[in-house]
């Protein structure tokens, strides 16, 4: 079964961090660009950074400067490391993955196949 779980959310005061997992189970991420987006009550849901399978990574404006994708491809795993943490970045995060050999990635939703159940981050005091 193809799956992917993510793991590591919870409640942050601001200024705060916090690392997010997501595991993949039933296939191997290798071949895979990998993202990571937020929805926030009442909002769209918006890319926020991703990793291509060769190890571009690119950071949303909302987040550029204050987090860090990573990739273990030995763990079939995906990180998102993210520091700084302001109330705004309140969120159900998930992580996403799409059969892509490309050099860079994206992180337009619609082109993402595979998607975690998603990991609560609350920031706040």
């Known amino acids: 079964q193809v799956q992917l779980v993510e793991f590591g959310g919870g409640l942050v005061e601001p200024g705060g961090s916090l690392r997010l997992s997501c595991a993949a189970s039933?296939?191997?991420?290798?071949?895979?660009?990998i993202g990571w987006f937020r929805q926030a009550p009442g909002k769209e849901r918006e890319g926020v950074s991703c990793i291509s399978s060769r190890g571009s990574t690119f950071y949303a404006d909302s987040m550029k400067g204050r987090a860090t994708i990573s990739r273990d491809n030995a763990r079939n795993a995906v990180f998102l490391y993210m520091n700084t943490l302001r109330p705004d970045d309140t969120a159900v995060y998930y992580c996403?993955?799409?059969?892509?050999?490309?050099?860079?990635?994206?992180?337009?939703?619609?082109?993402?196949?595979?998607w975690g159940q998603g990991t609560q981050v609350t920031v706040s005091y």
């Open positions: 996403a993955t799409k059969p892509s050999s490309e050099h860079g990635c994206t992180v337009d939703p619609t082109e993402y196949e595979t």
């Open positions: 039933g296939f191997t991420l290798d071949y895979h660009a």
